[in-house]
C-alpha cells in the first residue's frame, strides 16, 4: 500500500466509501470505538455516519477526538489505514459539522478542486 501516499487522496465521509473503493482515501471523523485488539477502530463523520477502520498494527499509543486516516477503501468498504494522527484540540476544537459541509462543496464543484492529477506528454 505504498502507492496511496503516491498518489491523490480525495477527502471523503463515510457515505462516499463505496465510491472509493481500492482507492486511496483521506477521512477525518470523530473517534467513537477500538476494538479490543487496538487494530480496528470506528470514526464517525460530520453527518453521524460510521466508518470502519483496520490498522496495520495495534494501537500503541492512547486515541480520542478527531482523527484523520489515511488508507486504501476494501471491497467491503473498511478503511485499511496506512497513517492516522489525531487533531490537537486543547484549543480550539474541530467543527466536524462544517468539515462535512466542505467536503459536499468540493464534491459538488470537481472542477474547481480536482483531485485526480492528468499528466501531459
Known sequence: MTGV??????????????????????FVGRLEKVHPSGKVLTLSDGEGKTASVELNEPLDEELSGIVEVIGMVSNKGTIMAVSHSQYRE????????????????????????????????
Open 5 to 26: 501516499y503516491e498518489s491523490p487522496k480525495p477527502r471523503i465521509n463515510a457515505s462516499m466509501l463505496s465510491q472509493y473503493i481500492s482507492r486511496p482515501v483521506c
Open 90 to 121: 486543547d484549543k480550539v476544537s474541530f467543527d466536524l459539522e462544517l468539515y462535512n459541509e466542505g467536503l459536499k462543496v468540493l464534491h459538488d464543484f470537481p472542477q474547481h478542486y480536482p483531485f485526480e492529477v492528468t499528466l501531459s506528454g
